[in-house]
């Protein structure tokens, strides 16, 4: 089983080399998770999930000296309000996957700080029998400042937001939380 997961994740850093986003490139960490979520466990225990996400994580860096963990695998968005931010640099991407949806929806907000750099953004939601639904697709053109998504039905679900610079000399600057 634990060979099988960590199968599916170098799938999943190898996934992040293609050109084309779709909502399945973040499987592979997406099974992982649901295998140790449940929705009761969302609502009462949130940092056993976080826990576990890490160090699944942390022991498959240090074993591939070819991919950076640290800025190739998805990051833990918390459903809390609490912004993170960060730089996407040319033509790379960065993936969010939430924990467990406890509620029926939950809000989605980027901010793109500098308005400079054109990046595409694929959100989507993924079930516990595999299914994947692509939610919103959008394209920062570098006027925007700032786009929120509200996510309706999704309770029992994990989402994952792609964002990816589509431009090979800009910086991506943005900050986005989940609610």
Known sequence: MKKALHIGIIALAISFTTSAQECNEGLGMINSLWEKATLEQALTNPDAIIDEFNTLKGSLGSSLNSLSFKSDAPKLLFINGKQKQGTIKGLKKR???TSLIPKESITITI??????AVAEVVIC??????????????QFT???SDQTFVLEAIKGKIISI?????????????????F
């Open 95 to 97: 993936v969010y996957i």
């Open 111 to 116: 901010q793109n700080t500098q308005q400079l």
């Open 125 to 138: 939601a993924h079930d516990k029998k595999g299914a994947t639904q692509n939610i919103h697709q959008f």
């Open 142 to 144: 570098g006027e925007e």
């Open 162 to 178: 792609s964002i990816k610079n589509k431009e090979a000399s800009g910086k991506f600057e943005y900050k986005i939380a989940a």
